[in-house]
């Protein structure tokens, strides 16, 4: 089992930036692909970055490319999202997830154990 847990929410004006971390617990967490998910109020959660269990293949959604930036330090089990510019849509709740198997995926139902989320905040 292992466990997720998002720090770093807050509230930002337009143009700011945030930096979001999730401590996992567990021995294996070098191991997994890690990914941030985000879901705004009536929307569906989506995608947002994506990176494999050493660091070296990163994916990011159309939204956030150039403004997010993701990264992990596995001796601390820990995975950030750097998020520069933020936009109003950008508001919306920011979960961690983490992926048992190897191959990397930027799809929400393939991820096995997920953190209980993160606020997020953008005014204009």
């Known amino acids: 089992q292992v466990q997720l847990v998002e720090s770093g929410g807050g509230l930002v004006q337009a143009g700011g930036s945030l930096r979001l971390s999730c401590a996992a617990s567990g021995r294996t967490f070098s191991s997994y692909v890690m990914g941030w998910f985000r879901q705004a109020p009536g929307k569906e959660r989506e995608f947002v970055a994506t990176i494999s269990s050493r660091g070296g293949i990163k994916y990011y959604a159309d939204s956030v490319k150039g403004r997010f930036t993701i990264s992990r330090d596995n001796a601390k089990n820990t995975v950030y999202l750097q998020m520069n510019s933020l936009k109003p849509e950008d508001t919306a709740v920011y979960y961690c997830?983490?992926?048992?198997?190897?191959?990397?995926?930027?799809?929400?139902?393939?991820?096995?154990?997920w953190g209980q989320g993160t606020q997020v905040t953008v005014s204009s």
């Open positions: 997830a983490a992926r048992v198997l190897w191959e990397i995926t930027t799809k929400v139902e393939l991820y096995d154990y």
